[in-house]
C-alpha cells in the first residue's frame, strides 16, 4: 500500500515552529495526493509532531501517542518533533509505534511516506546527534494550512543554553534560512492569498549569525519592508538583548511590520536571571519596554515569566511581580518551573515548592490579566486596521479580526470581508477582554 488516496492525521503539540512544521507537512502530503481525515476516521498514517519543554509537554506527548495507537490500530505511527530527539528509548516502550523521527531528521518523513505504509517489524529510530547540524534544513514544502496568518519558521535551534531550558538538546544549535529564501517564500504566501506572515524561529534574534557571509534579523526585515512583498509582517518571540533599537525603530514607521512584540522576561530578579544563565539585567528590560513604549504607545508587548525557579525567595518573586506591575505589558505567558533532565538547574539547590509555585503563578496570571485589560480599555473609541480570520456565529454574523497590535476584534460582517484588510473601531470590551469594534465604511 502506497500513499495515494490515503487518509493521514497530524497532532501537534508545543511552539509555532511545531505548528508550522506540521502545517507544511501535511501540505506537502495534501499535494501529493493524501487526504486529511475528519473526526472519527479511520486513518492510514498517523504523525504526533510531540514537545518537551516542561515535564507536562513530555507526559501529553506521550498521551498523544498512546490515544494515536489506540484509535487507529491499523495505521503507521510517526512519532517526531522534541520528545523524540531527546527521549527515543521512551518512545520505543510505546507498544504500537513504528518511526521515532528526530528533528533532524523530520524533512525525511515524506520520503518515508512515499514508499510502502506496510510497518517495520520493530521501531525504527532516526535521531541523529541534532548538535552537528549546521545547516538549516527546510521542509519539503511552505506552511500554506488552514490558518489567514500562516507562521514561517526562518529559523531553528539555540545557542543560549539557559539553565533550565532543554530546547537547544532539542533542537540543535541555531541555524537559517538564507535570506533569498525568505523573500521568495513570503512572496509564495502572497500569491497563494495570505495577506500576513508570523516569521519564527526558536532563537529568531539570532538570525543570520550562522550564515556566510552572516547578516542579522534587522537586515532581512529592513529587506522585506523594502521588497513589500506583502501586506503585513509579524515577528514572534524575540530575546531581550537582541531586539535592537533599529529594530523598534523600524517597526515603528512601517506600515507593513506589526506593532507587536514579545519579549521573555523569565525573572525581574538580577541573582535569579544570572543563576539561569539570561544575559541582561532587570533595568535593561526595564528600560527597553519603556522605549517600546514610548515610540509606540498602542504596540503590543507580551512578557514571558518563568516562576518558581531554584532559589526564587519571596523578595526574587516581589522583585519579578512589581517589576511587570511597573511595566506597560500588553498580555503576559506565566510558566512554572518544570525541571528538565540533564540540565544545570535539575541539580541546582532550594528548590521552591510546588504549592508555593502554584500560588506565585496565580498572583502573576491575575496581574497579566489586569494589564491586558487596562491595555484593551486605554484603546476604546480608538480605529485599527484588521485582518479579517474567520467566522464565529453565524446567526448573529459575527467575525473576527487580527490588529496589528495583537487584538482579536468581533465585529459584525460579511462572507467576502474574510482575509481582507478592513478599519473598525474599538467599540467595547467584555468582562473577560473580549473586544468589539465596528467597521468603518472607507466611502464615509
Known amino acids: 500500500m502506497t500513499g495515494k488516496n490515503c487518509k493521514y492525521q497530524i497532532t501537534t503539540l508545543g511552539c509555532k515552529v511545531n505548528q508550522c512544521e506540521s502545517e507544511a507537512l501535511a501540505h506537502h502530503l495534501s499535494q501529493s495526493g493524501w487526504n486529511s481525515s475528519q473526526a472519527d476516521d479511520q486513518v492510514n498514517v498517523c504523525i504526533i509532531n510531540t514537545c518537551t519543554v516542561t515535564q507536562k509537554a513530555s507526559m501529553q506527548s506521550r498521551q498523544a501517542i498512546r490515544q494515536a495507537v489506540r484509535a487507529n490500530p491499523d495505521a503507521l505511527i510517526i512519532v517526531t518533533g522534541c520528545y523524540a530527539q531527546t527521549e527515543p528509548d521512551a518512545i520505543r516502550k510505546i507498544q504500537g509505534v513504528d518511526y521515532i523521527i528526530g528533528n533532524s531528521d523530520k524533512h525525511n518523513i515524506p520520503r518515508i511516506l512515499s514508499g510502502s505504509l506496510e510497518a517495520p517489524a520493530s521501531a525504527t529510530c532516526q535521531c541523529h546527534d541534532i548538535s552537528t547540524e549546521r545547516r538549516f534544513q527546510p521542509l519539503p514544502d511552505i506552511s500554506i494550512g488552514t490558518r489567514t496568518r500562516p507562521f514561517l519558521k526562518i529559523q531553528d535551534g539555540c545557542n543560549n543554553f539557559c539553565t533550565y531550558c532543554i530546547v537547544p538538546f532539542a533542537r540543535g544549535r541555531s541555524r537559517s534560512m538564507p535570506p533569498e529564501d525568505v523573500l521568495s517564500q513570503i512572496r509564495k504566501l502572497k500569491q497563494s492569498g495570505y495577506r500576513e506572515v508570523v516569521l519564527t524561529g526558536i532563537h529568531l534574534g539570532c538570525y543570520g549569525l550562522d550564515l556566510s557571509p552572516d547578516t542579522s534579523l534587522l537586515s532581512l526585515i529592513r529587506r522585506i519592508e523594502e521588497s513589500g512583498c ?15 533599537p533599529d529594530i523598534i525603530r523600524l517597526v515603528s514607521v512601517s506600515e507593513m511590520f506589526c506593532r507587536h512584540f514579545h519579549i521573555p522576561l523569565q525573572s525581574g530578579d538580577d541573582r535569579i536571571l544570572k543563576r539561569m544563565h539570561r544575559p541582561y539585567t532587570r533595568s535593561f528590560f526595564k528600560n527597553l519596554v519603556f522605549q517600546i513604549h514610548e515610540l509606540m504607545p498602542d504596540a503590543a508587548i507580551g512578557v514571558d515569566t518563568l516562576i518558581g525557579f531554584p532559589g526564587e525567595n519571596p523578595e526574587a518573586f516581589e522583585n519579578t511581580y512589581s517589576l511587570i506591575q511597573e511595566l506597560p505589558v500588553s498580555y503576559l505567558h506565566v510558566f512554572p518551573f518544570s525541571s528538565r533532565k540533564n540540565t544545570p538547574a535539575a541539580r541546582f539547590p532550594d528548590k521552591v515548592p510546588p504549592g508555593e509555585i502554584k500560588n506565585r503563578c496565580g498572583l502573576m496570571r491575575e496581574l497579566g490579566n489586569r494589564k491586558k485589560t487596562r491595555f484593551l480599555e486605554n484603546l476604546v473609541g480608538t480605529q485599527t486596521r484588521i485582518l479579517v480570520e ?7 454574523g459575527l467575525m473576527k479580526g487580527m490588529s496589528s497590535n495583537y487584538i482579536p476584534v468581533l465585529f459584525t460582517g460579511e462572507d467576502h470581508f474574510k482575509n481582507k484588510i478592513i478599519t473598525v473601531r474599538l467599540d467595547r470590551i467584555t468582562k473577560n477582554s473580549q473586544v468589539f469594534g465596528s467597521r468603518i465604511d472607507p466611502r464615509m
Open 230 to 244: 506583502i501586506d503585513r509582517v509579524r515577528l514572534s518571540s524575540i530575546e531581550p538583548h537582541e531586539l535592537s
Open 390 to 396: 474567520e467566522k464565529t456565529d453565524t446567526k448573529t
